[in-house]
């Protein structure tokens, strides 16, 4: 999983209105946002209505649940670490329902393990906390460009992009033909090698995955992501 982090604040909160339209563009995407952070929920909820989406919102997931159950939405950001049902549960739950809804986790909490597993359950994307509106509205363009539409990678970012959602179909070899595509054409870049370390976790292949995050930083010795991975799986 490849985390979106910005050290910004959240933005003050609004009212929490369990669902609500957009005050600017207008889109027929619907978004669900499950936190048990009152804030996050505002916060988030704000930001991708000012862009035009249709946001509901829940605050377990239980009740996240309880929405999709009537609801197929174009995307759903869940927290990590919520009680009872953590977000790991609610993506397991939600694969045996709709195995195809583009999911991204939002966490203050970057275990690299549960990470895996997310991306295991489709949920390739991940948004740290602290974050800002800027990166929360970043992150949901391109999931759901990526979930509609299959144009043919030219560039090495598209070829990232390809990934993603090959990762999201488990796809797994697909991914990692297309990682390498992209190293090919940007050799210089440490997020396909970033990438192509979680698509060899989750081929249970620990020891290159080791070899692409040691990469990853001899191009960017501050990858704090690809620090952690191998010092979680390279013990």
Do not use: W
């Amino acid at each position: 999983m490849y985390p979106h982090q910005n050290g910004a604040g959240a933005p003050a909160p609004m009212a929490d209105d369990a669902s609500g339209g957009a005050s600017g563009a207008v889109s027929d995407r619907r978004i669900l946002v499950v936190d048990d952070e009152k804030n996050v929920r505002f916060t988030v909820a704000h930001a991708l209505r000012s862009d035009g989406y249709t946001v509901d919102s829940a605050g377990s997931g239980t009740e996240g649940l309880d929405r999709t159950s009537s609801i197929r939405y174009d995307l759903i950001l869940v927290d990590l670490r919520m009680p009872g049902m953590t977000g790991i549960d609610m993506l397991r739950e939600l694969r045996q329902r709709d195995p195809a809804m583009p999911a991204v986790i939002i966490t203050a909490y970057g275990v690299p393990q549960q990470l895996v597993e997310a991306a295991e359950l489709g949920a390739i994307d991940c948004i740290h906390k602290p974050f800002s509106i800027q990166t929360i509205r970043s992150v949901v363009r391109e999931v759901i460009d990526r979930a509609e539409h299959g144009l043919a990678a030219q560039t090495a970012e598209e070829h990232v992009r390809e990934a993603k959602r090959a990762i999201m179909r488990g796809e797994v070899d697909k991914a990692h033909a297309e990682l390498e595509r992209a190293i090919e054409l940007d050799p210089h870049n440490g997020e396909p090698h970033l990438l192509d370390g979680i698509v060899s976790l989750l081929k249970r292949d620990g020891e290159t995955a080791c070899e692409h995050f040691r990469t990853a930083l001899q191009i960017d010795p501050t990858n704090k992501n690809a620090s952690e991975y191998l010092a979680f799986y390279g013990r």
